[in-house]
């Protein structure tokens, strides 16, 4: 069974990982701190990040290669962002951010 996964922000960050491959994220506010989803391009959330403001979660992204789409009009013009519904997937490396081994 699928679960699915409200998330009420479209502010969505990216990453180029391979050719035709991005990891996108998503910034929502839950319960007075702020979690940071990833997921793939068919909006399966693989990982998760929990931060204390909005601001720490911006600079992580930033500092672990991650763009806002929006800011990117170049990137808009070949990469399509996924559309809702998310949903828990694993993923084929395990938690990939949360692990730390892919996240600084």
């Known amino acids: 069974m699928e679960i699915t996964v ?7 960050w990216f990453k180029v990982v391979d ?5 996108w994220a998503i910034i929502e506010e839950i319960k007075g701190g702020y ?13 998760q990040l929990d931060f204390e403001s909005i601001s720490e979660a911006k600079i992580a ?11 990117d009009k170049g ?16 993923h084929p490396s395990g938690a990939i951010y949360s692990s ?3 996240w600084l």
């Open 6 to 12: 409200k998330i009420k922000s479209t502010d969505y």
């Open 100 to 102: 730390g081994r892919y």
């Open 19 to 23: 050719f035709l491959q991005q990891n």
């Open 75 to 90: 990137a808009q013009e070949f990469i399509v962002k996924p559309k809702p519904l998310f949903y828990m997937r694993a």
């Open 35 to 47: 979690t940071v989803y990833f997921f793939g391009d068919t909006a399966g959330i693989f990982d």
């Open 61 to 71: 992204l930033n500092r672990n290669g991650f763009g806002r789409y929006e800011a």
